[in-house]
């Protein structure tokens, strides 16, 4: 039997929900926004394919508790695989993205936009309380959040098929530009020797071998990355025994350009796995994120040293950047 995901994307006002529905059409699914609440287990009944439907507070009849009523209904169905996305952003995001349009706030269409943030961010505080995943778009490049979206939610799901248990995701970052908010773990890699200081590797990145060799000709190197390995090995098995869908592990250095790349590249290609399943699949599926490359589009080894859509829910991010934030409620 096929199990049919549904996928319903909520959130505030200028924080990605038509890039998150778009993003969605484009991997096969129906996309349908803001139905009147009643209407959804109708639409979801005539849906032959998997479906995104957008609700927030523009939909007729929008009510929190009716929502997460609505999405417990569907999750008696075992034909169904239905799941609630809450996208989100800093109020000064939100102010700014609103500006640059010159668009009114939906429940603010005569007052301030601050204050319809303020209105809808307590509105709709208990789906995102709720939420099997809440997506940060702050600082969230187009590209990314897209990518987040096509590996969350690729609709291959069938009743006999063995899903990955947990995706892992990977995370490089800078510590002065600020922790990865949602990470379940951080591992500091800044007493390992520092490429930065050599004239020749400073341009370079963690991609390079020259890099890595450098770097993993630490004396203590070793026994850090063993280490990691074998903390990641106990704790992993008991994230999915605790029910959770996904896990970030973020490494730290100073630059966020060569230890801690280095760092995730090598837990990428050997982090300890569970037992594969019955059909031969891994237990959880592993993604890698170089949150300053990306940045600086730095994201292939060197030679040498040489965000969001514009759409009106979405505009570009131009400000001083904050960490992006995937996370699962």
Not at 4 to 22: D, E, F, N, Q, W
Not at 135 to 147: C, G, K, Q, Y
Request: glycine fraction near 6%; hydrophobic fraction near 40%; charged fraction near 25%.
């Amino acid at each position: 039997m096929t199990v049919l995901r549904i996928v319903l994307v909520s959130g505030l006002s200028g924080a990605g929900k038509a890039s998150i529905l778009r993003a969605l059409e484009d991997l096969g699914y129906e996309a349908v926004d803001n139905p009147p609440l009643t209407m959804v287990p109708d639409v979801v009944i005539r849906s032959e394919r998997p479906l995104a439907i957008g609700l927030d507070a523009r939909s007729r009849g929008f009510n929190p508790e009716l929502v997460l009523s609505t999405l417990a209904t569907l999750c008696q169905n075992p034909a169904l695989r239905p799941e609630l996305v809450y996208a989100w952003a800093d109020e000064t995001v939100l102010l700014r993205r609103f500006t640059e349009t010159r668009r009114r706030h939906p429940l603010a269409p005569q007052g301030r936009v601050v204050d319809g943030i303020a209105e809808e961010s307590a509105l709709t505080q208990l789906l995102r309380e709720n939420a099997d995943l809440v997506i940060d778009t702050s600082d969230l490049p187009l590209a990314e959040l897209r990518r987040v979206i096509e590996t969350r939610f690729r609709p291959d799901l069938s009743a006999g098929a063995q899903q990955p248990s947990l995706a892992v995701s990977l995370v490089s970052f800078a510590f002065p530009a600020g922790l990865p908010r949602e990470a379940d773990m951080v591992f500091d890699a800044r007493f390992l020797r520092n490429p930065h200081y050599d004239p020749i590797l400073r341009f370079k990145t963690g991609l390079d071998e020259a890099v890595a060799a450098y770097i993993e000709a630490d004396p203590d190197f070793e026994k850090f990355i063993n280490g990691v390995r074998a903390l990641l090995a106990l704790v992993l098995p008991r994230f999915v025994q605790e029910g959770k869908k996904y896990a970030t592990i973020a490494i730290g250095c100073t630059g966020g350009r060569h230890r801690s790349v280095r760092v995730v590249e090598l837990l990428a290609s050997s982090l300890p796995m569970q037992p594969a399943g019955e059909r031969g699949q891994r237990e959880w599926q592993i993604t890698v994120t170089h949150r300053e490359l990306e940045r600086d589009g730095s994201t292939q080894p060197a030679q040498f040293a040489d965000l969001i859509d514009d759409d009106a829910d979405h505009p570009e991010n131009t400000a001083t950047p904050t960490p992006p934030l995937i996370r699962e409620a």
